[in-house]
């Protein structure tokens, strides 16, 4: 009876080191994104990548991601963003192992991007102007007082 015991208690360590070794091994992608919001329509998605594996990212515009699209899939561990025009976006990443074993989904990532007002683009390009002008009359103002 106690060796039944024992034999019992070897059997539970082993499938609990097991257990734990197992969802070590094909625990979820922590996704970072820099930045959260963004008004260039630019930001860099990065994760962490186990020695030999590959992850699989993809995007959505709804943060159930109903609709899909492929985003990234390979052994790089970040990729940058651009061209996004104004809206909400997420990010989801799994990790697939050279085993053959696939992570679950990865906490999801939003990114939103809210591009300058048009008022706000046309100010700065007339403030720019302004001090081109100013620069330039100076210039030759100056030239034409030391001729």
Same mark, same amino acid.
């Given at each position: 009876m106690q060796n039944a015991g024992r034999h019992l208690s070897g059997q539970i360590l082993v499938c609990?080191?097991?257990?734990?070794?197992?969802?070590? +091994?094909?625990?979820?992608p922590?996704?970072?994104? +820099?930045p959260a919001q963004s008004t260039d329509?630019?930001?860099?998605?990065?994760w962490e990548l186990p020695e030999? +594996?590959?992850v699989e990212v993809e995007s959505s515009l709804d943060d159930r991601f109903v609709n899909v699209v492929p985003l990234y899939q390979g052994s790089d561990r970040s990729t940058v963003l651009t061209g996004l025009s104004d809206g909400s976006y997420h990010f989801r990443a799994r990790i697939m192992h050279q085993n053959g074993a696939i992570s679950p989904w990865g906490e999801p990532v939003s990114l939103l991007v809210e591009h300058h007002s048009l008022v706000k683009a046309v100010s700065f390009f007339v403030i720019g102007a302004v001090v081109f002008v100013a620069t330039l009359l100076l210039i030759i103002l100056g030239a034409r007082r030391e001729q």
């Open positions: 609990l080191f097991l257990g734990l070794f197992a969802a070590s +091994a094909v625990s979820a922590l996704l970072s994104l +820099a329509g630019k930001a860099t998605l990065s030999g +594996a590959s």
